[in-house]
């Protein structure tokens, strides 16, 4: 499907939020009061979050959690050491915003292998736009390109104890939306970042409540901590989707044959959140509530958690109100809740069959002001020898409008290596 350039440009350049510009003083009107409620965290490089596995695609994005798989590698790479099988690979691929175009895709490859204490795993990202259009001033089609997003990964793991892992990730990021070309006197190029992962695991596998065998799991991770890229030589440098996760799950062990897994997760994002503009006397753009996002990846990961700009105080007519040291009255508490808006929350269940088929539910939260991303997700899985076929389904929440309406995923794994019983006893043992 061909699509403009200006279609190109708006993902091109999605890491550069545009806020509203408020003139103090000024009478604000009903459509940018709505404006200023909505106040949305973007990021470059935001195929890097795309969960890219119909596993914890179906159980709502709650994959932080989960016993550890080929496509930890996206999730937690310190699961890995808590793998059930020696080895494994595994292919996923997602028909990307099928609402709106019908050829972007995201397709990911990973595999990982256990040694005594250790793990070592591999990925691969690929994300394609689909085709575009380039056209000139009068909308004259200049030439076609295809471009698309890369990101590879590698990953190790090591077990500290019985119970506890840790595990790091090294990342290499290209994305190409443009292909050089190049528009009036601003030439475009690609985007390039370096980042890594770390995460924990805590795992207690005789967690019992009751009578009933269970499963308790902690897991904590930071991803894609990273250095900010830019489309363009003339334009200011943007954060990759750096973010942090915590997850609690529980997995029920009813008997031999059925058990229930339980996955609580709450995610945010580590940049900073964009300020209110407004003008001063002169006409120049200032801030008005909140902090500049101009800040360094470390500075901006710290700023993260208290930058919210809250919500305005206005009077009778519709003005804001100005304090006497010359900065704006904010409405208490709003600072608060803003900053809690910025979690997102993911609830995923699934239940296992003789371990051969599952059944998966989840649900994701994101609040209105920050974007509303909210659905649903179903999915099933199958298990045979070496072999195993996961599939999910999204239902978006809110309006058939969502342009992650009715995504589907597929994810194909095959076991190379199983860990035999005296093996893995091995394995718990201290080096």
Request: proline share 4%; glycine share 10%; hydrophobic share 40%.
């Amino acid at each position: 499907m061909k699509k403009s350039f200006l279609y190109l440009l708006s993902i091109a350049f999605s890491g550069l939020g545009f806020n509203s510009i408020a003139q103090p003083g000024a009478t604000i009107s009903d459509a940018d009061k709505s404006k200023l409620e909505l106040n949305t965290i973007t990021t470059a490089l935001p195929f890097m979050s795309i969960t890219p596995d119909s596993r914890a695609g179906g159980m709502g994005d709650a994959g932080t959690a989960l016993r550890g798989s080929s496509t930890s590698m996206y999730w937690n790479t310190s699961m890995l050491i808590f793998a059930e099988d020696q080895s494994e690979i595994s292919i996923s691929y997602t028909p990307w915003l099928r609402n709106l175009t019908n050829d972007m895709h995201l397709s990911y490859a990973a595999g990982y292998y256990k040694f005594g204490r250790h793990a070592v795993g591999a990925a691969l990202r690929f994300f394609s736009l689909g085709e575009i259009t380039y056209t000139d001033m009068n909308a004259n089609p200049i030439r076609n390109d295809k471009p698309s997003e890369v990101e590879t990964t590698l990953g190790y793991a090591f077990k500290l104890s019985n119970n506890l892992s840790i595990g790091l990730n090294g990342k290499f990021a290209y994305s190409n939306l443009t292909g050089g070309y190049v528009v009036g006197n601003n030439g475009a190029k690609p985007a390039m970042a370096g980042a890594a992962d770390i995460s924990l695991t805590y795992l207690k596998d005789d967690a019992k409540i009751g009578q009933m065998d269970g499963e308790y799991t902690f897991a904590f991770t930071l991803n894609n901590i990273g250095n900010k890229v830019s489309y363009s030589y003339s334009q200011s440098r943007d954060f990759i989707p750096m973010n942090i996760k915590i997850a609690n799950a529980y997995k029920l062990k009813f008997d031999k044959f059925n058990s229930l897994f339980i996955g609580l997760e709450l995610q945010k994002l580590l940049v900073p959140t964009p300020p209110t503009y407004g003008l001063d006397s002169n006409g120049d753009r200032v801030i008005i509530a909140g902090k500049s996002p101009e800040v360094g990846v470390i500075k901006g990961i710290v700023q993260s958690f208290y930058d919210a700009p809250g919500t305005l105080l206005k009077d009778d007519k519709g003005k804001y109100i100005q304090n006497e040291d010359g900065t704006y009255a904010i409405k208490k508490g709003s600072k608060f809740v803003e900053e809690l808006s910025e979690i997102n929350v993911a609830l995923g269940l699934e239940y296992w069959y003789n371990n051969l088929l599952a059944i998966r539910a989840g649900y994701f939260f994101e609040a209105p002001n920050k974007g509303k991303r909210q659905f649903a997700s179903f999915g099933a899985g199958v298990k045979y020898n070496r072999f195993g076929l996961d599939i999910s389904y999204l239902a978006a929440i809110g309006g058939r409008r969502s342009p992650l309406a009715n995504t589907v995923r597929f994810t194909l794994r095959f076991t190379l290596g199983k860990l035999n019983n005296a093996k893995a006893k091995d394995e718990e043992k201290p080096e």
